[in-house]
């Protein structure tokens, strides 16, 4: 259930495709989950005040599936930014498309870009540091990683 819990937000993927693909009011459905059913949904589960002991934390930092879902993202990511470039510069768009685009490509980097980054950018793998680059480059905010992570 814990990697299901980390996995749904891979909806807001599937959902962006969609987006990037289709136009008028289904084009703004992600922002409609990220923003209002998400927060709702969290209204009706009960919080869990309790952390992990210490050998459930050491047995989920062995579970390579999480590790696996972060290396997803960034293949996602790269994804989504080509399908959202090429739908923009190929289809023709209404103002209220362009701007629904824009906000769900914005949804992707600030959700996934900034944040999956920013767990990356902690790892000392250098291959998973690149990786966490290479999320922050998607919102042109690469000087995080210098600044969170090297500077004070």
Known sequence: MRVFKYASPLIIYYGSW???SVIGWQVWLPLVFAWIAIPFIE????PDP???EVTEEDLAKKNRVYDILLYGI???QYTLLIKFLYAMSHDKLA???IAGRIWVMGLLCGIFGINVGHELGHRVNIFEQAMAKMLLLTSQ??????EHNKGE
Do not use: E, Q, R, T
């Open 74 to 76: 960034v293949l996602l």
């Open 50 to 52: 309790a952390n992990m």
């Open 43 to 46: 209204l009706l589960i009960k």
């Open 141 to 146: 905010y690469m000087h995080f990683f210098i």
């Open 18 to 20: 969609h987006s990037f």
């Open 95 to 97: 103002w209220y498309d």
